[in-house]
């Protein structure tokens, strides 16, 4: 079974085009059912599992040890996803007769509304990253970008100088699964961008050059875009934390504030699904209200 894993594995990155982060969660989430087979190793040498011993049993007492040490739901229902995943791979291969996951339950997850900033406090905060001094022109291209565009976190750091095209006021942007798209952004984040990379310096300039730096020239760690989200949005936060991915919320919680098309923010957003898209419907008060009173014929 730590065979098949590693095939697994390979083709999860390869033909899935599954992120790093993703293979790694994977990989840590099968190796915990194998080891918990496998039981105590001396040295910690890596005992070898056979394939009947993938059973439901197995998956269930794996399933009691992640919640018996606290894990949260989440972790569970990621953990019950590899699982299946694995379980699956090897019923095609013939190494196992049956998935033994499949009827494991799924932990019910807390249902958690998406984090977003008021869009008149998050456009004062803006523009009042008026610096001229290298730091305060980046991060204020950064966010305009960020905010404007409605990029993951690893969207924004992967962004290079050939993905952006000036004319058309359009980036393009790679997502998960390697999925490329097309996506708009506004005037005033491409001013920004401009001002920024003019002070940067144009140099010899190359499409695979990285549009986000840091002081030595190197691409934007995505911990670092953190730590800039952090310090310059904390205040419209309210003082709690604030992520790069609460731009992301604020950029679709806007539009459909604003009459947007929840399937057009799906596209712009890279959603593979519309239910991924749907977490945003939970409008506010008076936007209910509006849409009642301009629909229901005795509003």
Same mark, same amino acid.
């Given at each position: ?53 993938? @059973? ?220 991924? @898209? ?22």
């Amino acid at each position: 079974m730590r065979d098949a894993l590693e095939q697994f594995l390979t083709e999860l990155a390869a033909q899935r085009r599954a992120s790093a982060h993703t293979v790694a969660a994977y990989r840590r989430d099968v190796t915990r059912v194998l080891d918990l087979a496998a039981g105590p190793a001396p040295g910690g040498a890596r005992v070898p599992v056979p394939a009947s011993a993938w @059973t439901r049993e197995l998956l269930e007492r794996a399933l009691r040890d992640l919640y018996r040490t606290r894990h949260a739901a989440a972790s569970a229902a990621r953990a019950l996803a590899a699982w299946r995943s694995f379980s699956r791979f090897c019923v095609r291969r013939g190494i196992i007769a049956s998935n033994p996951a499949r009827e494991l339950p799924i932990p019910r997850l807390p249902t958690r509304r998406p984090r977003t900033l008021p869009k008149v406090d998050l456009a004062r905060a803006l523009d009042r990253l008026a610096g001229a001094d290298a730091a305060s022109l980046r991060d204020r291209a950064l966010l305009e970008i960020a905010y404007s565009a409605g990029l993951r976190l690893s969207e924004l750091v992967g962004l290079n100088r050939g993905d952006v095209d000036r004319a058309g006021g359009l980036l393009r942007v790679r997502g998960k699964g390697r999925r490329e798209r097309i996506v708009p952004a506004g005037a005033g984040a491409f001013a920004a961008l401009d001002r920024y990379l003019a002070d940067l310096g144009r140099g010899e300039e190359r499409g695979d050059q990285p549009v986000f730096v840091n002081a030595r020239r190197s691409r934007l760690s995505g911990r670092t875009v953190q730590r800039v989200v952090r310090r310059r949005l904390g205040e419209v936060a309210g003082g709690l934390g604030v992520t790069p991915h609460a731009l992301r919320h604020s950029f679709a919680s806007h539009l459909l504030d604003n009459g947007a098309n929840l399937r057009a923010i799906q596209e712009l957003l890279g959603h593979r699904s519309l239910n991924s @898209t749907q977490v945003y419907t939970h409008v506010s008060g008076s936007r209910l209200r509006k849409a009642y009173q301009q629909a229901h014929p005795r509003a």
